[in-house]
């Protein structure tokens, strides 16, 4: 049974920095994608990031490069989010995703397994 615990959401103020973690455990995800996403309240949930298990390729929203960084430690199957330079506008429950290297990595549906979801609360 495949698993994804998140942890580090929390209130900061902004300006302020978080590290998201995402632990999985389950299966073994070679040949898989993880993804970060958010959900901003009363909006749909969005691509923020995402590394590949294999060969640690990665990729970031437009609206997050320069302030968060996704990197993985395959030792411990933990991908993690650090996220610099904090905004109000980036408040949101933050999911980790898992699924299958796809080109379609910038949408949810591309991810078969999901945490339960962190709070990330930034205050201006």
């Known amino acids: 049974q495949v698993q994804l615990v998140e942890s580090g959401g929390g209130l900061v103020q902004a300006g302020g920095s978080l590290r998201l973690s995402c632990a999985a455990s389950?299966?073994?995800?070679?040949?898989?994608?993880m993804g970060w996403f958010r959900q901003p309240p009363g909006k749909e949930r969005e691509f923020v990031a995402t590394?590949?298990?294999?060969?640690?390729?990665?990729y970031l929203a437009d609206s997050v490069k320069g302030r968060f960084t996704i990197s993985r430690d395959n030792a411990k199957n933990t991908v993690y989010l650090q996220m610099n330079s904090l905004k109000p506008e980036d408040t949101a429950v933050y999911y980790c995703?898992?699924?299958?290297?796809?080109?379609?990595?910038?949408?949810?549906?591309?991810?078969?397994?999901w945490g339960q979801g962190t709070q990330v609360t930034v205050s201006s």
């Open positions: 590394i590949t298990w294999s060969s640690g390729w990665t």
């Open positions: 389950g299966r073994t995800f070679s040949g898989y994608a």
């Open positions: 995703g898992a699924g299958r290297t796809s080109p379609n990595y910038l949408r949810p549906a591309a991810y078969d397994y």
